[in-house]
């Protein structure tokens, strides 16, 4: 059977303005304008969005999930840089 | 060895904290084999879905109604899309995935193997597959994958109205002429069993259930969610003055759910394997369909390699 060689697109929405493009999922299309064309028939079928991004799936780096410890742990021991670790008194008020 | 077992018993305490898994972790082999299996199968079901309806595209008794059905056909189109690329992110092949079901190859729901002979059948469709369908995906929008949940949440949203526009057809036809009323108990009648047998075979004779259940890729047995399918759906035909065609259904106090009567397994395999009353006109139409597809796939090719050829001439200018 045949083969195509359409490429995997990375597809995200901004569903209204002021909020940030987010990943819905992916779809296949021979090329960006096809897979612009493709994310509004699959993706905003109901008003789900005011723009589209498309990005080859390919073009993606992302981090390992065997990185997650040295990536991320260095931050759980830093409570300070968090608000609530600082103890002000009522009296000052809302801060 | 001693190091598979340590990954796979980390793997299951991960899921048993309810954690959801991500493409690229860690996951055992069996369990990326299950799921491809279950998305794919679930996708297919999707695309082949949209025949028994297309069948009334063109028939539809109104300008609304042919509206709602082609939004509603569109829409499992979209489902089929959300779950094969849910498939492809644990390395399933698009191509592979679509060529198995033109070759007959692939599994799809038995359920759209059974004909629509009136348009009742529409009202059916929505109300007692789509039930059926929401009453096992809202169960997998719990899924531990976390790209199969996510597809999951999205098309429960969309099978909600679905199953409300299936019921309003029924509920139409139930209180216009005898005649009208006949039809969408004949439909009901048709439909009934098959939709049960939807949740698959008994707990008793499916023997992968219970692997599945420990990965939570499902959250409830066959059984219990034929259960409540039944308990939720019985009412809606009574409210509709339908008779659900089961003499020995009767609601159980004790246990606060009704008792049903045996459901016929026979068929059920019977048409898995393929002697179901619709299998091969199915498959046939599927394949016609791709087939007649082929033109819009290669201008695609076409208008997309003239595009990069040109811009790469540009570029060497």
Sequence with gaps: ?95 | MGETTSLEERFQSYVDGENKIEPKDWMPDAYRKTLIRQISQHAHSEVVGMLPEANWITRAPSLRSKLILLAKVQDEAGHGLYLYSAAETLGADRQDMVNDLLNGKAKYSSIFNYPTSSWADMGAIGWLVDGAAIQNQVMLCRTSYGPYSRAMVKICKEESFHQRQGYEIMMNLASGTPEQKEMAQEALNRWWWPSLMMFGPTDANSPNSAQSMKWKIKRKSNDELRQEFIDKTVPQAEFIGLTVPDPDLKWNEEKGQYDFGTINWDEFFEVIKGNGPCNKQRLTDRQKAHKEGAWVREAANAYSNKRASKSKSTTAA
């Design chain 1, 1 to 95: 059977m045949e083969k195509d060689n359409w490429k995997i697109w990375e597809v995200f929405i901004r569903s209204k303005n002021g909020l940030s493009h987010k990943h819905v999922g992916s779809l296949h299309a021979p090329d960006e304008e096809m897979a612009i064309k493709n994310a509004r028939d699959v993706y905003t079928r109901r008003s789900e969005g005011v723009s589209i991004w498309v990005v080859p799936s390919d073009q993606i780096t992302a981090s390992s999930p065997d990185e997650k410890e040295p990536l991320f742990t260095p931050s759980d021991d830093k409570v300070y840089r968090h608000p609530t670790f600082y103890e002000i008194p009522d009296e000052v008020g809302h801060m």
